[in-house]
C-alpha cells in the first residue's frame, strides 16, 4: 500500500554533511508518521528521527540529536534527513519508514520500509 524510496547517501569525510531524501507513493503520506533508522553490519536496527505527520512533533537519539534534523514536504511526498559533523559512527544503511501511528522510536510500529541508502563516513 505504501511505497518509499530513499536517496541521497554517498561517502563523506568526518565532519562532513549529507542530505537523505525518502519519496513515498501508493498512500496519503500526509497521514502517516514518518521515521529514519539504521542499521551498521552485525548491529540491530536502530532508531535515529522520527517526525508525526503535520511536522510539528519530532524527536531524535541521543547519539544525532544537535546534528541531524528531520523534516517533511507533504505537498512533495518527501521525508529528509540533514545529516551534518558526520561520524565515522554514524555509518550504516539508512532506512526511511511509515507508522499509521503518533510519532514512535519502535521498530514494531513501523509498517512500511524503504530499501536503504547507504552512508560511510571516512575516518
Not at 562532513?16 to 503520506?29: D, I, K, P, V, Y
Not at 535515529?48 to 541521543?62: D, E, L, M, Q
Not at 534534523?69 to 526511511?96: F, G, H, W
Request: net charge neutral.
Amino acid at each position: 500500500q505504501v511505497q518509499l524510496v530513499e536517496s541521497g547517501g554517498g561517502l563523506v569525510q568526518t565532519g562532513g554533511s549529507l542530505r537523505l531524501s525518502c519519496a513515498a507513493s501508493g498512500h496519503t503520506f500526509s497521514s502517516l508518521a514518518m521515521g529514519w533508522f539504521r542499521q551498521a553490519p552485525g548491529k540491530e536496527r536502530e532508531f535515529v528521527a522520527t517526525i508525526n505527520w503535520s511536522g510539528y512533533s519530532r524527536y531524535y537519539s541521543v547519539s544525532v540529536s544537535g546534528r541531524f534534523t528531520i523534516s517533511r514536504d507533504n505537498a512533495k511526498n518527501t521525508m529528509y534527513l540533514q545529516m551534518n559533523s558526520l561520524k565515522p559512527e554514524d555509518t550504516a544503511v539508512y532506512y526511511c519508514a511509515a507508522s499509521p501511528e503518533d510519532v514512535t522510536t519502535r521498530v514494531t510500529d513501523y509498517h512500511y520500509w524503504g530499501q536503504g541508502t547507504q552512508v560511510t563516513v571516512s575516518s
